[in-house]
C-alpha cells in the first residue's frame, strides 16, 4: 500500500487485486475459526454429565441389614485401616476386637466408621439409598471433582439462593507461593477466570449471604475490581486484614506478614438487619460456660465459684504463653493479643432463679437456681453533646441524680459525665432502662459504702459473642493440622487451617445454613462445616468443588477423617468420638472429555448433496457447509452432546472419560439419574432401587395389547424401571420414571 502512490495504473490494479484475494480468503479464513471457537465455546458452556455418584455414610445411618455385606468387604476395611487405622482397636470381654474379616459387633461398636459405596457394587448403593428417608435433606456434604465452572453451573437449578455463606481462597497468581494450581495467570487472565467463577457463584447466594475472598497483595486490586462488577461497590462489606506469624528477612523492603479477606454481601441492606451478622464467638466463652454448667450441678459456694473461673483464666495464659513462645514469637509484645482478655474480667458470681432474682448461696439448690458471672461495666454517659434535659433537675431525664446506698443510706459519687440513664422510667416510657428498674433486676453493682460510683453488672451469657474486627491475628497452622491428620508433611501446600476458615463461616453462617467453597484444595471448608457442627450440634451443609486429582487424595480423605475424629497425631486418631455425617461425591464430565467423546459422522444423504456440481463451485454450498456448519451438524449424535437414541437403557450411556493426572481413558456408564436431577434443580426426596419384571402379553378384542396375568418381579426380566421423587424449585412435587425399552415401541 506505501507504493501505490508511486506505481503506474495497471500496477496499482495488481496490488488492488492481490487485495481483494487476500480479504477474500481471510474472511472464509474467520467463518471457520468462529466455527471453531463458538463450538468450543458450545463444548465449554454445555451443563457437563454426571460421570459417577458415590455415597460415604456413618454406620449409624445404615440399616443394619447391610452390616454383613460392609463386614465382609475387604476394600473397604482396608480403606479404613488406612484413614483411621482401626486394625489398632483393641477390645475387652465387653468389645469387639479388630479382626479379618470385621465382625458384625465391631461394625455395631464403632458407628462413626464411614461406608463408601465406591467400594462395594451398584447393587448395594442403590438399596442403601432406597433406605434415605430424603436424600436431600440427609446429604450433610457434597464433594464434586470437576473444573469449579462447569460445577456451578450444573448445580445452579437446584442451588439458587439457598447458600448463606461462600468462603475461597483462589490461586494468589504469584511465583514464589508454589500451590497447585496453574498459578502462572497473568492479571488479564486471572481477572477473567475469576470474573466467571464469581458470576456463577452470585445467583447461589441468598439475598441474606455473604462471600470472603482471601487473596494476597499481588491480585488484590485486580480481585476487588472483580467482586465490585460482580456483587457491587454498595455491598462492599469490608476488607479484612489477616496479620499472619510469618518473616522474610531476605525481602528487599518490607516483610510482608498479612494477607487480605475481601468480603461482601449479596444484599448489604438485608444482611445488616442481621444483628448475628459479622460477629464472632467470644473467644474461651465455650470453656468459661462449660465450667459454669459443672459447677453448677454441684451448687458450691460463690467464693468457690469464683475462684475456679480465676483459676480457669490462669490456666489459658500459661497455654497461650506457651503457643505464642513455640512459635518464636515474644511474649511481652503478644500478650496483649490474647485472644480471651476480654473475658478475664468476668470473675464475679451469684445464683440467680428461673426469672432472673437473686438468690442466696445457701437457697440455690432447693429454688433450682442457676449461676450467672459478671463483671463492672462502664454506667457513665458517653462523652458527647446531650440533650438539655439531661442536666435539667426538674425533667425525668436528667442525668447527674445521687442514688442512695442500699446500705449506708447515703448519696453515692456520680460519674463526671453523668449516668446514661434517667434515674427512674418516665410514665411515658414505663419499659424504658433506669437506675430504678436496673437496681430492682440486680443489674446495679453497688460499692461497699457511698463512696465507690455504682456500676453496671454485664452478664456474661449475654455476650456471647463480639463484633468481628477488620485486622485479626491467626497463628493456626494448616501445615500442621494436616500432618497431624496424614502422618506427613507437606500432602498439600499452603493448606488453611479448620479454625481459620470457621472464622468466617461463624461470621456469615447460621446453624442449619449451606456453606460453598468452589476452590476446594485440601478441604478446609468442609472440615471447618463439621467442627462447628460438632461443637454446637448445628446441620450446617457444605458444598465443595475441586478439579485436581488430590480430590482423593487429600481432599476427601481430609473430610472422612474430621467426620471420624476430632483430634489426630501421627495420621492416626487419638479420639473415636466422631460426628454422624452422610456426604454425595460426585465427578462431572471435564471438557477434555466432551472432546474426547465427539463423533463427527457425516450421512450418505449429506455427502450426496455436498458432491452435487452446484455444491462444488466458489462460494457454494460445499464451501460454506465446511466453513460455517459442519460441526454443529455432524457432531449431533455424539455422546457428550446427549445422544437420545442411546436413552434405550438409563444405566448404559456410555462416556469415555479421563481420571485425573492419567492420560488413559475408560469408558464408564453415566449417572444419568444424578445428572438430570440437576439440570432440573430437583431436591431429592427419594431413588427407589431399580426393580425388573416379566410378563406376557395378550391382544384383547379391540386389537390392543393388554398384560396377561400380573407383572413378576425377576432381576432377569426385560423390563426395567427406576423412580425418582422430589421438589421442583418451584415447589412442585415430582415423580419421574426411569424405564429400560425394549426395542419393541408397542
Request: glycine share 6%; proline share 4%.
Amino acid at each position: 500500500l506505501d507504493d501505490v502512490e508511486s506505481e503506474s495504473v495497471p500496477r496499482v490494479e495488481q496490488y488492488l487485486s492481490k487485495i481483494k484475494v487476500m480479504r477474500k480468503i481471510a474472511h472464509k479464513l474467520i467463518d471457520f475459526l468462529a466455527q471453531l471457537e463458538d463450538f468450543q465455546k458450545k463444548l465449554w458452556l454445555k451443563k457437563k454429565f454426571v460421570v459417577e455418584t458415590n455415597y460415604c455414610i456413618t454406620l449409624d445411618r445404615i440399616p443394619e441389614e447391610f452390616y454383613p455385606e460392609i463386614a465382609s468387604n475387604d476394600e473397604q476395611r482396608e480403606e479404613w485401616v488406612r484413614l483411621f487405622a482401626i486394625d489398632e482397636i483393641k477390645g475387652d470381654s465387653a468389645s469387639a476386637d479388630y479382626s479379618i474379616p470385621l465382625s458384625l459387633k465391631f461394625l455395631e461398636e464403632n458407628q462413626y466408621l464411614i461406608a463408601d459405596t465406591q467400594f462395594f457394587d451398584g447393587s448395594f448403593k442403590s438399596r442403601v439409598v432406597d433406605k434415605i428417608a430424603d436424600v436431600s435433606e440427609q446429604t450433610d456434604d457434597l464433594l464434586i471433582q470437576s473444573d469449579n465452572f462447569q460445577a456451578l453451573q450444573l448445580i445452579q437449578p437446584r442451588y439458587s439462593e439457598q447458600v448463606k455463606c461462600i468462603y475461597i481462597d483462589p490461586p494468589y497468581n504469584t511465583a514464589s507461593s508454589s500451590i497447585p494450581y496453574k498459578n502462572n495467570y497473568k492479571h488479564s487472565s486471572f481477572a477473567s477466570m475469576m470474573h466467571d467463577r464469581i458470576d456463577a457463584l452470585h445467583p447461589l447466594l441468598g439475598t441474606d449471604g455473604a462471600i470472603f475472598v482471601s487473596i494476597d497483595k499481588t491480585e488484590r486490586t485486580v480481585l476487588q475490581h472483580v467482586l465490585d462488577d460482580v456483587f457491587g461497590e454498595d455491598n462492599r462489606i469490608e476488607e479484612l486484614i489477616w496479620s499472619m506469624n510469618t518473616n522474610n528477612s531476605q525481602a528487599p523492603n518490607y516483610s510482608t506478614n498479612h494477607e487480605y479477606v475481601l468480603t461482601y454481601a449479596k444484599n448489604r441492606q438485608v444482611v445488616e438487619r442481621d444483628n448475628n451478622m459479622f460477629r464472632e464467638p467470644k473467644p474461651g466463652y465455650a470453656e468459661a460456660t462449660d465450667l459454669i454448667a459443672q459447677l453448677n450441678a454441684s451448687y458450691p459456694p460463690v467464693v468457690e465459684i469464683e475462684a475456679q473461673i480465676r483459676a480457669l483464666y490462669e490456666q489459658h495464659k500459661l497455654e497461650y504463653r506457651e503457643q505464642v513462645e513455640a512459635a518464636g514469637l515474644e511474649w511481652e509484645d503478644e500478650k496483649r493479643n490474647d485472644p480471651w482478655k476480654g473475658l478475664f474480667n468476668y470473675n464475679r458470681a451469684e445464683y440467680r432463679d428461673e426469672k432472673g432474682k437473686i438468690v442466696d448461696e445457701s437457697s440455690a439448690e432447693d429454688k433450682g437456681a442457676r449461676i450467672w458471672v459478671w463483671q463492672e461495666g462502664d454506667a457513665s454517659m458517653p462523652a458527647t453533646k446531650q440533650a438539655a434535659s439531661t442536666k435539667d433537675p426538674e425533667h425525668p431525664n436528667w442525668r447527674f441524680y445521687k442514688p442512695l446506698h442500699p446500705v449506708t443510706g447515703k448519696a453515692c459519687s456520680l460519674p463526671k459525665s453523668g449516668w446514661k440513664f434517667a434515674y427512674e422510667s418516665g410514665e411515658d416510657s414505663p419499659d424504658r432502662r433506669s437506675f430504678v428498674s436496673l437496681d430492682a433486676d440486680g443489674r446495679i453493682a453497688w460499692g461497699p459504702d457511698e463512696n465507690k460510683v455504682p456500676r453496671l453488672k454485664r452478664i456474661l451469657h449475654e455476650v456471647e459473642t463480639n463484633v468481628g474486627k477488620s485486622v485479626f491475628n491467626d497463628y493456626s497452622d494448616g501445615e500442621k493440622q494436616t500432618s497431624a491428620m496424614f502422618g506427613r508433611s507437606g500432602v498439600f501446600l499452603a493448606p488453611k487451617h479448620a479454625d481459620f476458615v470457621a472464622r468466617f463461616i461463624t461470621h456469615a453462617g447460621k446453624p442449619d445454613s449451606i456453606i460453598l467453597d468452589c476452590f476446594g484444595g485440601s478441604g478446609s471448608t468442609a472440615h471447618a462445616v463439621i467442627k462447628l457442627s460438632r461443637e454446637d450440634r448445628g446441620k450446617r451443609k457444605s458444598l465443595t468443588v475441586e478439579v485436581g486429582e488430590y480430590f482423593d487424595t487429600v481432599l476427601k480423605p481430609r473430610v472422612l477423617k474430621a467426620i471420624y475424629s476430632q483430634d489426630w497425631r501421627n495420621g492416626k486418631p487419638v479420639s473415636r468420638v466422631g460426628i454422624s455425617r452422610c456426604i454425595k461425591v460426585l465427578r462431572l464430565e471435564s471438557y477434555e472429555d466432551a472432546l474426547n467423546n465427539l463423533a463427527i459422522e457425516r450421512t450418505v444423504a449429506q455427502q450426496s448433496l455436498l458432491d452435487l456440481n452446484d455444491s462444488q463451485q466458489t462460494d457454494g454450498l460445499r464451501e460454506q457447509y465446511l466453513l460455517r456448519y459442519m460441526l454443529e451438524v455432524e457432531t449431533r449424535g455424539s455422546q457428550s452432546l446427549l445422544n437420545v437414541d442411546a436413552f434405550i437403557d438409563p444405566m448404559a450411556y456410555k462416556l469415555k472419560v479421563k481420571g485425573p493426572g492419567v492420560s488413559e481413558t475408560r469408558e464408564i456408564n453415566v449417572d444419568l439419574l444424578e445428572t438430570f436431577n440437576y439440570l432440573i434443580g430437583l431436591a431429592v426426596q427419594s431413588i427407589a432401587a431399580p426393580q425388573t419384571f416379566q410378563a406376557a402379553f395378550k391382544r384383547d378384542d379391540e386389537v390392543r395389547l393388554r398384560i396377561d396375568g400380573r407383572l413378576r418381579q425377576d432381576e432377569a426380566g426385560p423390563w426395567w424401571f427406576c423412580t425418582v421423587y422430589g421438589t421442583t424449585p418451584e415447589g412442585r412435587r415430582t415423580l419421574i420414571i426411569w424405564r429400560k425399552l425394549t426395542g419393541d415401541a408397542e
